[in-house]
């Protein structure tokens, strides 16, 4: 059992949670992920770490309430215990020896994403970012953002935060005042990642993207990560999340992500169903 | 009075009908007057071959002749002395290759069940108060997983009052007991109560820690750990490498079984998701192939095993590919898949396979399989799962100096009798040294590895 030290509403759909897990923040590097169980029922899912303190022996998730398993969890509180918590998995995002560096957001991706470029800042790179939200009420982490880069934009669908339009507006911008990085680096909606990836094809600009497709292990024992990547499969858990974004085959992934869908949906009638009788 | 049947007698089993509509176990096991039928077969003779057969030493005829006098516990004793899972290893020992291949009446009929017996046993004495825990010796090892070599390492090392630790990845501990091995072969709670008897021994069962992530192999001795056991199995799933493995309903055998086994996605209410296919594939003919099968065939799926060459070359336990058939279960021989293609929305509906006629022996002594020009064929399914064998993970091997592994990923033992890796103090058996291999090759590799580990650390004082 892992304990809940800490739990925030960052919009209404976005959880921030620390949990204690000594273990797992010793080790913890941005860009690695965990597996975890909300409750003896759960589903194993998993959760790319947003921070790491282990000094405190604390992990901090990042999560928007999508499915059943992330809806249990919103609904634990501080001093409540999730089942299980299992990590650091996954290989650490490639930081070492880049100069310059364009790290873009989408969405709850932001979570993901803001340890990289933090611990880019402190490395010395010099970091851009580009953060984008559907509108104001969902925009996380634009303070932390600003304060690690040198160039910065937030992006809002509608224009209620920010800049109106894309996050791939902003970088075609960003690319078409001059600026040439050594790593475009895009975490968000696979949707996101894909468009991304084909404008910094376009311009020549390498690119890597963090993957985010079901798993149950998390060591490779399962293999229902695994992409094509280059034409290759290849494993998320181990030999990721981090692709080269010019080679995933994002449609694939997308289609694989829908798979359980209906499941999803039956689980979600039954538990709002349940707290409906609950409620009576 | 010895029984002189030349079969065994008959253990009482669901009907096919029953086995399909639940996850139940199969085989029911004795009645006490039925143990003592089988057990009255055994000569117990004096050059008991069938000893020599168990990777794990079981006294077989003295256990045999305990039941024969109605003895139940003293058998147990007898049993539990060498064999510390039981109530597993009479249910998924492959006897028929073992101890009841040397059994004498084998030579003229059916060999006794020794099986059978050993499951009666076990699950006679299930309740029956748990060994005493030895004096503490002071002396702390780390085991690396909890399948049966781990297991079985650990509760031999507890037993000598070694302070032992078992590092598990899952959040569950049992490995393949748990993950793969359904529940109609071998009930979780069967595994849960022999999980316990270790437990009396002191055995403290760490889950959720993945040796090579969560900790590595060094800071498992920086903690104090004279000695390590590396039993992480071969978790590593094979694919074939044909296009359209990505689809949608393409499992590895692993992970179907794991969705089902472990995450219980076969029960109503299981929050763990797994396709509800009308038309099932399985490629493979191995034990785990038929495991997956059988739990297709229990989710409500028409199922074929594709395998590319004949019945006799199957590699799976003939119980099981006799159990598959009375099931319903459709065998596709001499077929080998070529392609999986999909609807436009990525979901599954076509195994392209082609024909195959068997040739020359290869190099694993079975025929080698060679395509029939011209013999492409369709078969229509949802999901294909993948059951063509598992390497071992390299989590650990990375991150750990001094280890050594072969082209197929296996560790390889710098002393094969002791288990001994090419790291002093870092020992490793089951799947993890083999490849894919049985419970009790594994749980015979723990049981060595206890030896050699309680020599060593004995040695340094």
Known sequence: MFQITAKEFLNPTVVKMSIHAPDVAAKAQPGQFVILRADGEGERIPLTMADSDPDKGAVTIIFQIVGMETTVLSGKNAGEF???????????????????????GGGVGCAIAYPVAKKLHELGTAVHSIIGFRNKELVILEDEFRAVSSRFLLMSDDGSA???????????????????????????????????????????QKTVVSMNPIMIDGTGMCGSCRLLVG?????????????????????????????????????????????????? | MANKSLVKTPIPELLPDERIASFSEVALGYTPEQAKEEADRCLSCKKSPCVAGCPVGVQIPEFITKIQEGDIEGAADILKSKNLLPAICGRVCPQETQCEALCLRGKKGEPVGVGRLE????????????????????????????????????????SKGYEVTIFEALHKAGGVLVYGIPEFRLPKSIVARELKTLEHLGVVIKTNSIVGRTLTVDELFAQGFEAVFIGSGAGLPSFLGIPGEAFNGVYSANEYLTRINLMKAYEKDSRTPVQRAKKVCVV?????????????????AEVTIVYRRTEKELPARLEEIHHAKEEGIVFKLLTNPLRIDADENGWVRNLRCQEMKLGEPDASGRARPIPVEGSEFDIETE?????????????????????????????????????????AGVYAGGDAVTGAATVILAMGAGKTAACSIDEYIQGKQ
């Open chain 1, 82 to 104: 999730i089942e299980d918590f299992v990590g650091p998995l996954g290989m650490p995002s490639h930081v070492e020896g880049l100069k310059k560096v364009c790290v873009i």
């Open chain 1, 162 to 204: 920010g800049e109106k339009g894309l996050v791939t507006n902003a970088l075609e911008k960003f690319i078409l005042d001059g600026e040439k990085y050594d790593e475009v680096i895009a975490i968000g909606p696979v949707i996101m990642m894909k468009f991304v990836a084909a404008l910094t094809k376009k311009y020549g």
């Open chain 1, 231 to 280: 034409g290759e499969v290849k494993f998320a858990c181990v030999d990721g999340p981090d692709f080269d974004g010019h080679l995933v085959d994002y449609d694939l992934l997308m289609k694989r992500n829908s798979m359980y869908r209906e499941h999803e949906q039956a689980c979600l009638c039954r538990l709002t169903g349940k707290e409906a009788a609950v409620g009576k």
């Open chain 2, 119 to 158: 499951r009666f046993v076990a699950d006679q004495t299930l309740d029956a108060p748990p060994p005493a825990k030895p004096p503490a010796n002071g002396h702390k090892v780390a085991i690396v997983g909890s399948g049966p070599s781990g297991l079985t390492c650990a509760g031999e090392l507890a």
């Open chain 2, 284 to 300: 493979g003919g191995g034990n785990v192939a038929m495991d997956a099968a059988r739990c297709a065939r229990r989710i409500g």
């Open chain 2, 383 to 423: 999901c294909v799962v993948m059951a063509i064998g598992n390497s071992p993970n390299p989590l650990i091997s990375q991150t750990t100096r001094g280890l050594e592994v072969n082209r197929r990923g296996c560790l390889v033992l710098a002393d094969e009798d002791k288990m001994l890796t090419t790291r």
